[in-house]
């Protein structure tokens, strides 16, 4: 019966697990002495294969619900399905996490850009960028190139750039699209992934910004402030990736003296930040045509009906959290979270960035609740607003449940240590795109090597047995990691996630791979079990 349940989970991993010496009768397990409980893995495939439900929640999230910009209507409204999700699977204490002030919401309600030229008209592919102020009707005006070389360019628009548009930057060169826009990890990346040391992931660190750095950022700086000043009728600039109607975007800027620090830079969504000019990303095609029909000397007018709305009412905003109860009487308190960022931007429908890791750990907590697990430690879901504007959600739950820091580099002399700081064992996160998970991020915790070698043994057929000593950044489980706290991030195909997806109106319910998803709840599930039931807590760096 044993070896029969074992040829389901694949030949290379049954060799691997027998060469372990592994009784599944007698599953226990430590960080030295790492092991599979194969029977649960098997269950876990199996139910995740037969009764998934992710496709069904991602259509949910993404086709119905749609775009989840922070602290928007549709943001709430995902919560609040969340929760009700996270409810009917069975999960224990279910809430919303409120944390901020953020700041105000925002809704694009209404948008068509219509671009006239003396003798041609065509509709304009683009999006504004979120936090723009919109208009009550259509408006109408004259579209200008802005070139700034020195004083006197400003002294000559000073004044003439009223009911224009402004468009600042010449166009992309165009590209023909030969590579493949979608990939898988080949065996090259994964090797060097695999080897990665500390000497390779910190070559070429970074440098002193020179002197011809500074003084383009100081001219972006007094553009930006000039145009803040004129206040056309919107700004205009092309995606900042892709080709073929894709539009990359992400929030409205407000002119920042360089030098000021990321976290202290203006932002719109602030109350008490200024009204920014409205700002619109188009198709760099359609970016492009406009650039060259103006250096042709035609004569080019846009038609802009764009209408938002702002809400003020409620200025906080939420993580959605629920768990399965540990039921050890010495460490059922201590916690294992899964997590991912549940908010988006506005332009496509969050599919692959983040309704998939969302949904992928909402799957995870099904299966583990379907099957009944009786984790010995509490598993928590955690799903997290705030992502895309700087890790605000995740960051808020660290510093109200473990620790706070007092400055930009953690101390444990001068931080806010929580109670539950010692009862933290591990965080695990999804927020690469779409594609399957193939291995993690050690975040240099190199004593998990083995440990997580071994949990990845069952699924070595589908090509995850990957583990780098390297960091990886830009989401949730930074949070954790900053703060010394065990946090990782795994190795994902990346698939078409930074080539078309990432940020853009391609970001759609159609880039989503069912058996992709279907696999990675799986191995979150996994993760989150074998992790809940160790003897000890994961070391810490």
Partial sequence: MITKKLM???????????????NNALFAQ?????????????????????????????????????????????????????AQMMEEFGLDNVYQQEWGPFGRGWELTRFAMHVHGENTYFPAIGYPKAWSPGYDGPVRGEVVYLEITDEKDFDYWRGRLEGKFVIT??????????????RRHDDSTLLRLANATQQISTQGGGQTPGAAWLARQ??????????????PLAIIDESYRGWSGQVAISGATLPAEPGTPWGQRPRPHQVDAPTPVPQISLAREHYGRIYRMLKHGERVEIELDMQVEFQ??????????????????????????????????????????????????????RILKA??????????????????QGLHGSREFVSEYFAQMSGNSFDPETADIKDMYEKFSAYF???????QIRGIYLQQNDAVRNLFRTWMLPFSDWGTETVTWANTGSTDHVSFDRVGLPGFQFI????????????SNMDTYERLVPQDLMRNAIIVAAFAYHTAMLDERLPRK
């Fill in 169 to 182: 930057d010449t166009p992309a060169e165009a590209q023909l699209l030969l590579d493949p826009i979608a």
């Fill in 492 to 503: 994902q195909d990346p698939l078409e996630y930074f080539t078309l997806s990432h940020h």
């Fill in 8 to 22: 389901l989970i694949g030949r290379a991993a049954l060799t691997a697990c027998l060469l372990l010496g592994i």
């Fill in 30 to 82: 430590s960080v030295d002495n790492p092991t599979v409980d194969l029977e649960m893995v098997e269950r876990m495939i199996e139910e995740g294969k037969e009764n998934s439900q992710i496709m069904d929640m991602a259509s949910y999230l993404t086709d119905v619900i749609g775009p989840r910009l922070t602290n928007s209507p549709q943001m709430y409204r995902a919560n609040e399905w969340a």
């Fill in 371 to 388: 099957l009944d697990v009786q984790p010995r430690r509490t598993i928590q879901i955690a799903l997290w607003s705030g992502e895309e």
């Fill in 429 to 435: 996160n999804v927020d690469n795109g779409a594609g």
């Fill in 218 to 231: 100081q001219a972006a700086y007094e553009k930006a402030q000039f145009l803040m000043d004129e206040r």
């Fill in 312 to 365: 003020d009412d409620n200025l906080y905003a939420w993580n959605t959290l629920g768990q399965i109860t540990g039921t050890d009487p010495d460490i059922g308190d201590e916690v294992v979270v899964i997590g991912a960022h549940l908010d988006s931007w506005h332009t496509g429908t969050g599919a692959t960035d983040n309704a998939a890791g969302s949904v992928v750990m909402l799957e995870a907590m």
